[in-house]
C-alpha cells in the first residue's frame, strides 16, 4: 500500500470569547486570516520556547527592568550591557561560523530593531536607523523607560557594532525618552 504523504493537518483549537476577539482583532488589524496568525503564534512560541531552553533565557517585565535601572549605577548599567554585548557577539560568531559572510549589518539592525519595537519586545515606542551620505549610521528611538535605559543599549550597541561590523560609535544623545546613535566605519 502507498502511504499517503500530507501537506497539512486540520486541527480544532477551542477558544474562549476574548481569545476569539483578539485572534479577530489581530487578524482583521495585519490582513490576515485567522489560521494564518494561529500558525505564525503557533511557530513563534515553539521557537521562544526553544530558545529560551537552549540558552538559558529569563524574560523580564519592562516594569521591572525600569526599577532595576533606575536603582544601578552607570558603572552597573555599563557592566550588564558589556555583559550582554558580549554574550550576543559570542553567540552571533557560533551561529555564522561556518557562513562565509557571517552576518550583513543591515540584517542584524533590521532583525534587531524589530525585535527591540513596538513589533517586537516593544521595548522601545519607535526605533530605526538611516544611513547618511559619508556610510555613517544613526540609530534612533523613542521608548517610556529611564535615562538608564538609553544608557544601557547604548553600552550594548556600541560593543556590537565595532566588534561585528567595524563601526565605531562617534555621537550620542540620550534622555529619559530617547536615543540616538551615530557610528562610523572603522578606518583601517
Do not use: C
Not at 12 to 30: A, I, M, P, T, W
Request: net charge positive; glycine share 4%.
Amino acid at each position: 500500500m502507498k502511504e499517503e504523504s500530507k501537506k497539512s493537518h486540520a486541527f480544532g483549537v477551542r477558544l474562549n470569547n476574548k481569545q476569539y476577539e483578539n485572534l479577530l482583532d489581530f487578524s482583521h488589524e495585519f490582513h490576515l486570516k485567522k489560521s494564518q496568525v494561529l500558525k505564525k503564534a503557533f511557530d513563534e512560541w515553539i521557537a521562544l520556547k526553544k530558545s529560551f531552553m537552549d540558552e538559558n533565557i529569563i524574560l523580564i517585565s519592562k516594569a521591572l527592568f525600569q526599577e532595576i535601572l533606575a536603582i544601578i549605577s552607570d558603572d552597573e548599567i555599563i557592566r550588564i550591557g558589556q555583559m550582554m554585548a558580549n554574550n550576543f557577539i559570542s553567540r552571533l560568531h557560533f551561529k555564522f561560523m561556518n557562513n562565509e559572510g557571517g552576518i550583513k549589518m543591515l540584517d542584524f539592525l533590521d532583525r534587531a530593531l524589530i525585535n527591540l519595537g513596538p513589533e517586537g519586545h516593544a521595548w522601545f515606542n519607535d526605533i530605526s536607523f538611516k544611513f547618511l551620505d559619508n556610510r555613517e549610521i544613526v540609530i534612533f528611538g523613542s521608548h517610556s523607560i529611564n535615562k538608564n535605559f538609553s544608557k544601557y543599549i547604548k553600552t550594548v550597541l556600541h560593543p556590537i557594532m565595532k566588534e561585528l561590523f567595524k563601526y565605531k560609535l562617534i555621537d550620542s544623545h540620550i534622555s529619559n525618552n530617547t536615543i540616538e546613535l551615530k557610528f562610523i566605519p572603522i578606518q583601517d
